[in-house]
């Protein structure tokens, strides 16, 4: 496996560069520490003078125990050398540090997260704390799609899910439910309505369980009846996990801006680290409330 560290080199994304390096020694994975330079920087030093100070600061960041690490500094629009070198490298998963406006992006308000999960159709890990310790609690918020398929199958590939204690969110409204209160039907019916579904929204998460988990039967089941956004966000305030996984469908950037994806919109305002999964691009078949 190949590991991607998007680097700014910023205090703040120190983090990011911890967690990758972590990881890549977890998995035996190689890791790559990009730094990207923007040509437009008014820094009063010539472009390859830029370039050469990045590399040099970049090798400095890596910690001991990633002297090995590639590191590659590129010229241009950070997102778009995102996409092009995690291609170039076959990357297996892009680690960023806390998400930020992409200078430049192709949509108002599009992260380079966003950009990154859109065009190279990678996994994305959004790295927030302190990465010295393991993924111990892990909070997967599914729905019934492919995009959280994928995203249950690489927490256990990579071994986040491998901890005791594991959570599996499913935030919903029972259908019909305003649209029945609203014509006077009794407070009884409705209850029964609701429990009803209750049900068979259980049974179809433990039935998407058993066809894509190893184990699906150490996952706790939490069902959050809510809008997937505040449904997601109230219940990981709750559980306080170290990672937040979600399924993730790439949208185009008009769409994206007016509406923002699930899980975009989970990632900028969560607490935990956040990893962001998308279908392969092949086979992919998303169903109802998908991120």
Same mark, same amino acid.
């Given at each position: 496996?190949?590991?991607?560290?998007?680097?700014?080199?910023?205090?703040?994304?120190?983090?990011?560069?911890?967690?990758?390096?972590?990881?890549?020694?977890?998995?035996?994975?190689?890791?790559?520490?990009?730094?990207?330079?923007?040509?437009?920087?008014?820094?009063?030093?010539?472009?390859?003078?830029?370039?050469?100070?990045?590399?040099?600061?970049?090798?400095?960041?890596?910690?001991?125990?990633?002297?090995?690490?590639?590191?590659?500094?590129?010229?241009?629009?950070?997102?778009?050398?995102?996409?092009?070198?995690?291609?170039?490298? $076959? =990357?297996?998963?892009?680690? !960023?540090?806390?998400?930020?406006?992409? @200078? %430049?992006?192709?949509?108002?308000?599009?992260?380079? &997260?966003?950009?990154?999960?859109?065009?190279?159709?990678?996994?994305?890990?959004?790295?927030?704390?302190?990465?010295?310790?393991?993924?111990?609690?892990?909070?997967?918020?599914?729905?019934?799609?492919?995009? $959280? =398929?994928?995203?249950?199958? !690489?927490?256990?590939?990579?071994?986040? @899910? %491998?901890?005791?204690?594991?959570?599996?969110?499913? &935030?919903?409204?029972?259908?019909?439910?305003?649209?029945?209160?609203?014509?006077?039907?009794?407070?009884?019916?409705?209850?029964?309505?609701?429990?009803?579904?209750?049900?068979?929204?259980?049974?179809?998460?433990?039935?998407?369980?058993?066809?894509?988990?190893?184990?699906?039967?150490?996952?706790?089941?939490?069902?959050?009846?809510?809008?997937?956004?505040?449904?997601?966000?109230?219940?990981?305030?709750?559980?306080?996990?170290?990672?937040?996984?979600?399924?993730?469908?790439?949208?185009?950037?008009?769409?994206?801006?007016?509406?923002?994806?699930?899980?975009?919109?989970?990632?900028?305002?969560?607490?935990?680290?956040?990893?962001?999964?998308?279908?392969?691009?092949?086979?992919?078949?998303?169903?109802?409330?998908?991120?």
């Amino acid at each position: 496996m190949k590991i991607l560290c998007a680097n700014d080199l910023q205090p703040g994304s120190r983090n990011a560069l911890q967690r990758a390096s972590w990881l890549a020694k977890k998995l035996q994975a190689d890791l790559t520490l990009l730094h990207v330079v923007s040509p437009d920087e008014p820094r009063g030093l010539a472009l390859e003078q830029r370039v050469w100070r990045a590399e040099s600061h970049a090798r400095a960041a890596l910690p001991d125990d990633a002297a090995d690490a590639q590191v590659r500094v590129r010229v241009g629009n950070p997102a778009r050398r995102i996409v092009e070198h995690a291609a170039e490298i $076959s =990357a297996g998963l892009v680690v !960023l540090g806390p998400e930020t406006l992409a @200078a %430049g992006s192709g949509g108002i308000g599009s992260s380079i &997260a966003d950009r990154v999960l859109a065009g190279a159709r990678r996994p994305v890990l959004i790295v927030r704390q302190d990465a010295q310790f393991e993924y111990a609690r892990t909070l997967l918020a599914l729905d019934l799609s492919s995009e $959280s =398929a994928a995203a249950l199958k !690489l927490c256990e590939a990579l071994s986040f @899910a %491998g901890e005791e204690i594991n959570f599996v969110v499913h &935030a919903y409204h029972p259908p019909y439910e305003g649209m029945l209160a609203s014509v006077g039907v009794a407070m009884d019916k409705l209850q029964s309505h609701a429990q009803a579904w209750r049900e068979t929204f259980a049974s179809g998460v433990r039935t998407f369980l058993r066809r894509h988990s190893r184990d699906p039967w150490r996952y706790r089941l939490i069902l959050a009846e809510d809008r997937p956004v505040p449904g997601v966000l109230g219940v990981a305030e709750r559980i306080q996990p170290d990672l937040l996984v979600l399924g993730t469908r790439a949208q185009g950037p008009v769409l994206r801006t007016l509406l923002g994806s699930v899980g975009s919109r989970v990632a900028g305002e969560a607490q935990s680290d956040v990893l962001l999964v998308p279908a392969s691009e092949q086979g992919s078949n998303p169903g109802p409330g998908a991120a």
